[in-house]
C-alpha cells in the first residue's frame, strides 16, 4: 500500500517540509510517485522514516544518521552505546543543575533581602561570579560543609554582612600590607593570616579543618573567580594568589602537626 506525503506526514508527526528535507539529504526517498508525480511512501519507508525519528529524538544529527545508515551492523551498536553514555552523563549533570536550582530557591525565600545600594555598601567591590558559584555548587554539592555554609549565609542579616564583610576588609589590609612589604608565604606572619582566614570561614559558614582550607586555597591560585571573593582584581598583585596559597598550606601543616614547628589544632 502507498501512502502520500501528507498522509505520512500525518502518521509520523512530522511536516511535509521535514520529509521533503529528508528527501533532499538522501536520507529517505519515497518509493515511488503517483501519476501526477507526487511522492509515494511504501511500507518500507515508514519502517526507515521510523528508525530516522528514532535516532533524531536520542540526538544524531542527520549526517551521523546517514553514516549509520551506510552500514547499520557495523556503526549503529557503536553509535548507540556512545550516545547512551553522554545522555547519561548529561541526564546527571542536569539533575546536578536542578539540585543548584533548587537550593538557589532556598537562598533566596530565606536569604536577608538586600537592594542593590545596601549590596554594594555591604559587600563593596566583593563580587559573586554566578558562574564559578553554579560550578562551586556542583563540586561541592555533597559535602556537608557546602550544605552548611549555604544554610548559615541564608541566616545572616544586613548587620552579619556587615560584621563579616568589615572583617574581611580588615584581613584584607593585612594580607596585601605583608605580601608587600616581602614577607615569606611560609612565615609566621603569612601563616598567621592563614589561620585568621580559616577561622573566619568557621565563624561565618561552617567548620573549615586545615585539610579543607588547603583545597579552598587551591581553588584561589587556580580560578581567579574564586580568588576575587577574598580580593577584588583592582587591588590583586600577580603573585598574590599563589602567595596566599603557600601561607594556607603552610598553616595547615603547622596545625595538623605533620611538619616542624607543628602545633595541635584547637
Known sequence: MSYSVGQVAAFAGVTVRTLHHYDKAGLLSPSGRSPAGYRLYEEADLVRLQQILFYRELGFSLDEIAEIFKDPQANALDQLLARQERLAAEIARLQRLSEVARRAIEVQRTGVSLTPQERFEVFGEITFD???????ELKWADSPGRRESMTRAAAHTKEDWRRLMGEATAWRAELLAAFDEGEPGDGERAMDLAEEHRLHISRWFT???????????????ADPRAFALVVPPSQQRPGL????RGAVHANATRRTGTGPGAEEDR
Not at 567548620?207 to 591560585?221: E, G, N, Q, W, Y
Not at 594568589?241 to 596566599?244: F, I, Q, R, V, Y
Request: net charge negative.
Open 130 to 136: 554566578l558562574s564559578y558559584a553554579t560550578e562551586a
Open 207 to 221: 567548620a573549615c579543618p586545615p585539610d579543607m582550607h588547603r583545597r579552598i586555597a587551591d581553588d584561589f591560585a
Open 241 to 244: 594568589a599563589a602567595w596566599l
